[in-house]
């Protein structure tokens, strides 16, 4: 028995050396295109950075681990990729909880083993805070520029997420592991 929670024990921390690493991953690679994007072409053009490399960063990163790497949050852009479900729902709410408290989300994160319908999964989950490139185009009516504005309207007519200010809690970083799927590299 003991033996058996001493296993469990180490790839709990294992898995979660592995989902922060991930999560790193994506915040940096994410990042390096919306910066590079944003000083060539300017916000209008990084729109695409978001909406489309952003999902495709996600993707490549749920393939190479066998696991579900997803952006969520309380008022979505894009309801279909970024609506949470109910753990993820009530670990933003705990996030937003811990920050009043004086935390800062820049070092907060949230691990369990959750089970859902039979299955157990391991979650993990990492606050994504407004910085200041965010507030082009998640930011107050003032902040985001007129035409970045007009293309937000006509791409996410159903768009939630703007009216965010700088520290606020934009979003997290949701990643999702069937803990009946090993780790697949070594982390
Ligand atoms: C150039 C415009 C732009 C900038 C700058 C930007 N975003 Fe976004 N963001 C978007 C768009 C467009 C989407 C919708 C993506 C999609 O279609 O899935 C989005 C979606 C998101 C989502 C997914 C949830 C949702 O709302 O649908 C999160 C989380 C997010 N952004 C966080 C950030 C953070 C944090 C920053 C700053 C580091 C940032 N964004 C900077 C345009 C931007």
Redo the contacts with the bound molecule.
């Keep these: 028995m003991l033996l058996t929670s001493v296993v469990f024990a180490d790839d709990l921390g294992q898995r979660e050396k592995a989902a922060k690493q991930v999560s790193q991953q994506f915040v940096k690679q994410l990042?390096g295109h919306?910066k590079k994007e944003?000083k060539a072409n300017g916000?209008v053009a990084?729109?695409k950075?978001?909406?489309d490399i952003?999902?495709e960063i996600a993707n490549k990163l749920s393939l190479e681990n066998g696991w579900r790497v997803t952006?969520?949050?309380t008022?979505?852009?894009?309801?279909m990729?970024?609506t949470p479900d109910q753990w993820e729902r009530e670990t933003l709410a705990k996030f937003a909880a811990r920050a009043e408290k004086g935390e800062s989300y820049s070092t907060m994160k949230q691990a369990e083993v959750v089970d859902e319908a039979g299955k157990s999964y391991y979650r993990f989950m990492k606050p994504?805070?407004?910085?200041p490139?965010?507030l082009?185009?998640?930011g107050s009516d003032e902040q985001i520029p007129g035409t970045?504005k007009a293309e937000?309207d006509k791409?996410?007519p159903f768009d939630q997420?703007t009216g965010y200010k700088l520290g606020d809690l934009?979003?997290?970083i949701s990643i999702k592991q069937p803990m009946d799927i090993p780790l697949r590299k070594k982390f």
């Design positions: 990042g919306l944003m916000p990084a729109i950075v978001c909406k952003a999902p952006r969520v949050t008022k979505t852009r894009n309801p990729l970024g994504m805070p407004v910085k490139v965010c082009n185009c998640h970045v937000l791409q996410y997420a934009r979003g997290a």
